[in-house]
């Protein structure tokens, strides 16, 4: 499967974003899917994830009450939205889909879109 994020940019601190991944060449509703970013210099960091039917969703402590993930499997789409933004939020945001039961570890997950940069001023 082919997966293509996007929706990144630059926002004031507090703002909102949402993030878009669209899956293509596979059986989308049979993935789990997830966020992930990275800021310079760390690791990948595990954000959110959800079921394939959508009825369960995991977060991160760091993005939990700001953060919420949904999916449409008829749009064959993962979402991310965003609020309440913070500078520390800065990274490149990446989505990630496998087909075993949610894992946290990138190293995990089987199918990775290309990244999109979220940028947060201060």
């Known amino acids: 499967v082919q997966l293509q994020a996007s929706g990144g940019g630059l926002v004031q601190a507090g703002g909102s974003l949402r993030l878009s991944c669209a899956a293509s060449?596979?059986?989308?509703?049979?993935?789990?899917m997830a966020w992930f970013r990275q800021a310079p210099g760390k690791e990948r960091e595990f954000l959110s994830a959800i079921s394939r039917s959508g009825g369960s969703t995991y977060y991160a402590d760091s993005v939990k009450g700001r953060f919420t993930i949904s999916r449409d499997n008829a749009k064959n789409t993962v979402y991310l939205q965003m609020n309440s933004l913070k500078p520390v939020d800065t990274a490149v945001y990446y989505c990630?889909?496998?087909?075993?039961?949610?894992?946290?570890?990138?190293?995990?997950?089987?199918?990775w879109g290309q990244g999109t940069l979220v940028t947060v001023s201060s």
């Open positions: 990630a889909g496998r087909t075993g039961n949610v894992r946290y570890g990138a190293y995990e997950y089987d199918y």
């Open positions: 060449g596979g059986a989308f509703s049979s993935y789990y």
